[in-house]
């Protein structure tokens, strides 16, 4: 072989170009082995498997059993679907009107400041939150612990990402009359331009999908005509994706073949960010399509999001023990709700002021509220012990630790 066919191929190999993309080899791995079953799923549309969380109470809180769901989760994001419906995943939707109306108080205030407009869709009929997670904590604390304390979203996340996840999540609503997005995948590489994709070598593009969970919490119901998402399964599959979804001919194989999963209020999807997906049209009169969307990311992942989680901790806290004094929430809600507030992951840190006490990594923000809670500190005592918590994490000079 001489050199220059042998350096085409390594550079062909090692990394995606948008031109040697085919749709060809797009549809072979679509339709490779695209039917498995699933031992928990209660149904499948079109290849989507759909889970009625009201049967899998029980199996959602048995280690063994737990352990083989989130096996399954984690196999139809990896090589199924790429996509799962958790069908009442919220039994009680009290919580979720509650958030609606602090989230619609959100979306008018923010109006008053100035327009906000969509990614892949044009601006005017939708509205989203930015920061939706923390504006959310911070303005109604007792309806975010109602709403987190909600074991199936901790899990999802644990299935696909493991433990110490980054919860974070964007508010969008689409109006009777909002237009469709344009398909794509998503963060990380799905929030690079094509150019920009294509530099990352391509170990790095089947990264990039481990690093990140999506999903959405319906606040309404969606019928398929107000637009819910349009889902193409197995697409997650396909490894040069990240540079080929703006290509003409995948965006229009998208549109002809897409799938699109009616949800009720209090329903939940999760998918992999490497699927190709689009929120679809709203053609309703009155639909006013409320999604919570949540992007859930690794503890060895970026988040999209900067997020304060030391005051959404400490604006937090009184409230969690509060519930937990008055028997008002148990031990596994409330390291749910820890999980979708507090930071998870020891690490950045700053070791010469924050040295491992016990094992190998410092104790975490989470960890430190968890302990609060069990050996009941005054809310003063844990606003404390954050401040110095945070300032551990700084760079800065070595002078002595406080003991928190």
């Not at 928990?40 to 009625?52: F, N, Q």
């Not at 979804?245 to 999760?270: C, H, M, S, T």
Request: glycine fraction near 6%; charge should be negative; charged fraction near 25%.
């Amino acid at each position: 072989m001489d050199h220059q066919r042998e350096n085409s191929l390594t550079e062909r190999t090692n990394w995606y170009r948008e031109t040697d993309c085919s749709l060809s080899d797009f549809l072979t791995v679509l339709h490779a082995n695209a039917e498995r079953p699933l031992r928990c799923a209660a149904r499948s549309v079109r290849g989507i498997p759909v889970y009625e969380c009201r049967e899998l109470e029980g199996v959602i809180s048995s280690g063994r059993d737990r352990s083989r769901l989130l096996s399954e989760w984690a196999s139809v994001l990896q090589d199924g679907a790429g996509v799962f419906v958790l069908e009442g995943a919220f039994a009680d939707a009290a919580c979720v009107d509650e958030a609606t109306t602090v989230f619609e108080s959100i979306i008018e205030e923010e109006k008053k400041k100035g327009s906000k407009s969509d990614h892949f869709a044009k601006a005017g009929a939708n509205d989203r939150i930015w920061n939706a997670q923390e504006k959310l904590c911070v303005s109604a604390p007792e309806v975010f612990a109602r709403y987190f304390s909600n074991p199936w979203l901790p899990a999802a996340a644990e299935a696909w990402l493991g433990p110490c996840f980054q919860v974070t999540s964007q508010v969008n609503v689409v109006r009777p009359g909002g237009q469709a997005q344009q398909p794509h995948r998503d963060y990380h590489l799905g929030f690079q331009t094509a150019e920009v994709a294509a530099s990352f070598p391509a170990h790095v593009h089947a990264m990039s999908s481990f690093l990140t969970l999506q999903g959405a919490v319906a606040h309404c119901d969606m019928p398929i005509e107000s637009g819910p998402t349009k889902l193409l399964p197995f697409s997650q599959r396909y490894a040069q994706g990240y540079v080929a979804w703006r290509r003409a001919d995948f965006r229009e194989y998208f549109e002809d073949n897409f799938v699109q999963v009616p949800l009720a209020k209090g329903d939940a999807i999760f998918f992999n960010p490497a699927l190709f997906h689009a929120a679809g049209p709203n053609r309703t009169s009155h639909v006013q399509r409320m999604a919570n969307l949540l992007q859930i990311s690794s503890a060895y992942g970026r988040a999209m999001e900067v997020m304060n989680r030391t005051r959404m901790s400490e604006v937090l806290y009184p409230v969690l023990r509060r519930r937990l004094i008055d028997g008002d929430i148990t031990e596994q809600e409330t390291l749910s709700v820890i999980a979708s507030c507090a930071e998870g992951y020891s690490f950045p840190t700053n070791l010469d002021r924050d040295p491992p006490a016990k094992g190998l990594a410092p104790e975490s923000q989470a960890q430190r509220m968890l302990r609060a809670l069990r050996e009941n500190w005054e809310p003063d005592e844990f606003a404390r012990a954050l401040a110095n918590h945070a300032w551990r994490h700084e760079s800065g000079e070595v002078v002595e630790l406080m003991d928190y």
